[in-house]
């Protein structure tokens, strides 16, 4: 009861100091009731909750589906809790093996397809996408995700200073664009979110993932690579995973999992911006507005940029 008795002096200590004599109010810190502990826990649960997120509703068509209506039910569907154990089969979906089965949405390759972020990314850390074609005989509504299917779609890269390492956060609603290459047929699209707040000790990293359920319509033939396998394809150890953010500050990072599925923006890179001295420039993305450019000296590319972007238009 010792830890219990703290979490309930953390919690409602304030409260019931206020409201019994000062006497009474030491007697029921040293023995709480059974109620009072209770409501301590539920406390503590929903303020825990509000700090972490889930990706319920799927983004297509201009709209927001139902909770649950197109994605996976995830096992943390009241908690909000993350995976830490990147050895579970948590890692595929985290899906909730009792949960009713969800519908899949019609999108076309080439389109942006999101998720509804409940409540908000609170937390430092990347953002990427994988794709898993469903296999023959299989739909994506009765298929987990099993073996080395899954090929990186797109991550988002930190911004890194001499004071700190950051990532976009608050966001409500993250988006992906399906790659217009890729055969039609139905897909597993797991979104994923590694929070690095307390990642400086392995196993400390906390991913929060969700499958959504899609049938891509148009398309092209070209197979996503490379494949991985979901637990398999990070390690607690992985750079990525096992770093602290803080101190001292980071002064480069890598995303876990293996590279990006292969764009057009090589043809970018090589026709527009030849020797030009950058650090990074980079997508994995064919939708224009998801290229994405980090300058190591001066703001050339940054200057030139609509030049550059409007020649990827009209070339790609």
Same mark, same amino acid.
């Given at each position: 009861?010792?830890?219990?008795?703290?979490?309930?002096?953390?919690?409602?200590?304030?409260?019931?100091?206020?409201?019994?004599?000062?006497?009474?109010?030491?007697?029921?810190?040293?023995?709480?009731?059974?109620? +009072?502990?209770?409501?301590?826990?539920?406390?503590?649960?929903?303020?825990?909750?509000?700090?972490?997120?889930?990706?319920?509703?799927?983004?297509?068509?201009?709209?927001?589906?139902?909770?649950?209506?197109?994605?996976?039910?995830?096992?943390?569907?009241?908690?909000?809790?993350?995976?830490?154990?990147?050895?579970?089969?948590?890692?595929?979906?985290?899906?909730?093996?009792?949960?009713?089965?969800?519908?899949?949405?019609?999108?076309?390759?080439?389109?942006?397809?999101?998720?509804?972020?409940?409540?908000?990314?609170?937390?430092?850390?990347?953002?990427?996408?994988?794709?898993?074609?469903?296999?023959?005989?299989?739909?994506?509504?009765?298929?987990?995700?099993? !073996?080395?299917?899954?090929?990186?779609?797109?991550?988002?890269?930190?911004?890194?200073?001499?004071?700190?390492?950051?990532?976009?956060?608050?966001?409500?609603?993250?988006?992906?664009?399906?790659?217009?290459?890729?055969?039609? !047929?139905?897909?597993?699209?797991?979104?994923?979110?590694?929070?690095?707040?307390?990642?400086?000790?392995?196993?400390?990293?906390?991913?929060?993932?969700?499958?959504?359920?899609?049938?891509?319509?148009?398309?092209?033939?070209?197979?996503?690579?490379?494949?991985?396998?979901?637990?398999?394809?990070?390690?607690?150890?992985?750079?990525?995973?096992?770093?602290?953010?803080?101190?001292?500050?980071?002064?480069?990072?890598?995303?876990?999992?293996?590279?990006?599925?292969?764009?057009?923006?090589?043809?970018?890179?090589?026709?527009?911006?030849?020797?030009?001295?950058?650090?990074?420039?980079?997508?994995?993305?064919?939708?224009?507005?998801?290229?994405?450019?980090?300058?190591?000296? +001066?703001?050339?590319?940054?200057?030139?940029?609509?030049?550059?972007?409007?020649?990827?238009?009209?070339?790609?």
């Amino acid at each position: 009861m010792r830890a219990t008795t703290a979490i309930w002096l953390n919690i409602t200590e304030p409260l019931i100091i206020q409201q019994l004599p000062r006497s009474q109010a030491h007697s029921e810190l040293k023995h709480p009731s059974k109620m +009072q502990l209770t409501t301590a826990v539920l406390l503590l649960s929903a303020s825990l909750a509000s700090a972490h997120y889930t990706f319920p509703g799927l983004i297509f068509g201009g709209a927001v589906s139902a909770d649950w209506q197109y994605v996976k039910m995830t096992t943390n569907k009241y908690s909000h809790g993350p995976v830490t154990d990147v050895t579970s089969s948590d890692m595929r979906c985290y899906k909730d093996p009792a949960a009713p089965i969800a519908s899949t949405a019609n999108v076309a390759a080439g389109s942006q397809v999101g998720f509804r972020v409940d409540t908000s990314i609170s937390h430092p850390g990347p953002l990427l996408f994988y794709l898993a074609k469903v296999p023959s005989g299989r739909t994506a509504a009765n298929w987990d995700g099993d !073996g080395a299917v899954w090929f990186k779609i797109w991550e988002n890269r930190p911004t890194i200073t001499s004071s700190s390492i950051s990532w976009p956060s608050g966001q409500t609603q993250v988006f992906v664009t399906i790659p217009s290459c890729i055969p039609a !047929g139905e897909y597993l699209l797991r979104v994923e979110h590694i929070a690095l707040h307390s990642a400086g000790s392995a196993g400390g990293a906390q991913l929060y993932l969700a499958c959504g359920q899609i049938n891509v319509t148009g398309g092209g033939s070209k197979a996503g690579t490379p494949l991985v396998s979901f637990p398999g394809a990070y390690k607690a150890t992985d750079p990525g995973l096992l770093i602290n953010i803080y101190w001292p500050i980071p002064t480069s990072y890598t995303n876990p999992g293996p590279k990006a599925m292969a764009a057009k923006f090589s043809k970018l890179k090589r026709t527009y911006f030849g020797n030009i001295n950058y650090h990074t420039i980079y997508s994995q993305s064919h939708n224009i507005q998801q290229i994405r450019y980090a300058v190591l000296q +001066q703001d050339q590319l940054q200057s030139n940029s609509s030049k550059y972007l409007s020649a990827y238009e009209k070339n790609t």
